[in-house]
């Protein structure tokens, strides 16, 4: 447990990989991810660009995940038991390519446009977790089920529930992974899967984003999303509490 643990370390702090950009760090940025109790202690910054996203954006998520605990040999991501379940939290850099030229996230006038915003959290739980985790589109569950915006300072917020695909899964049901994923995540444990629980269930959510313009065309944003249970909850609070003094207005 603890070299594959140490390889997952690695593998987070080897990002960007050679020949990849982070536009945050280049454009002076900055994205601070705090280490919180039952997390890896490893922060991964993984860029991906417009080209490859068939979207007017490119983007970067900054994250970190669920320790790998227990003797297991994969994170806490995949443990349904834990608060960390389908969990990682810090930020997203979202550089449009609009053709109005402004921010992602907001209409020309500047105000917020919350449904555009919510597109990336879409994009991110479905494809480019779940989906490089070999999660079938037909498994792609993504879908908003409340969202209240608001302001705080010169912070526009969205505070959202919502059902997710899970990246658990039986390595069988999986369709042409990313077996680099499995560098950062493990692969999940036997044990996780019941004979009841399908492979990329849908999961019950809830977080907070936090989100305004910076440089050019570039939107940061940052936050997290944790299991709508107790324990969840209370973890998605002291992610905010850890993150809210490293993101000032």
């Known amino acids: 447990m603890g070299l594959q643990r ?5 593998a987070l702090r080897a990002t960007p990989l050679p020949g990849q950009k982070n536009f945050l760090a280049d454009s002076g940025v900055l994205t601070p991810v705090p280490h919180l109790t039952g997390s890896i202690g490893a922060v991964g910054h993984e860029p991906f660009m417009a080209e490859d996203l068939r979207r007017l954006f490119d983007l970067i998520v900054v994250f ?3 320790d790998f605990t227990d003797g297991r040999g994969c994170s806490s991501y995949f443990d349904p038991a834990s608060p960390w379940y389908n969990v990682f939290y810090g930020a997203y850099g979202v550089r449009a390519y609009k053709p109005d030229g402004s921010p992602w996230g907001f209409r020309r006038d500047g105000r917020p446009n919350l449904d555009e915003m919510l597109e990336v959290p879409w994009l991110d739980y479905n494809f480019l977790t779940a989906g ?13 089920e409340e969202a209240t915006s608001g302001k705080e300072g010169p912070w526009h917020t969205a ?3 919502c059902i997710i695909p899970s990246g658990l899964h039986r390595l069988k049901d999986a369709v042409t992974p990313d077996l680099t994923y499995y560098a950062v995540f493990g692969v999940p444990e036997e044990s996780f899967l019941s004979e009841q629980r399908e492979s990329y269930e849908p999961v019950r959510m809830r977080g907070k984003m936090y ?3 910076m440089a050019d065309r570039t939107t940061l944003v940052w936050g997290g999303l944790c299991p709508d249970t ?3 909850q209370r973890l998605f609070n002291s992610i905010l509490d850890k993150m809210t003094p490293l993101y000032p207005g």
């Open 6 to 10: 140490e390889l997952a370390a690695m």
């Open 64 to 66: 970190s995940i669920g």
């Open 132 to 144: 490089n985790l070999g999660c079938p589109p037909s498994r792609m569950c993504f879908r908003v």
């Open 159 to 161: 505070e959202v529930a």
């Open 211 to 213: 989100f305004r313009p």
């Open 230 to 232: 107790p324990e969840g």
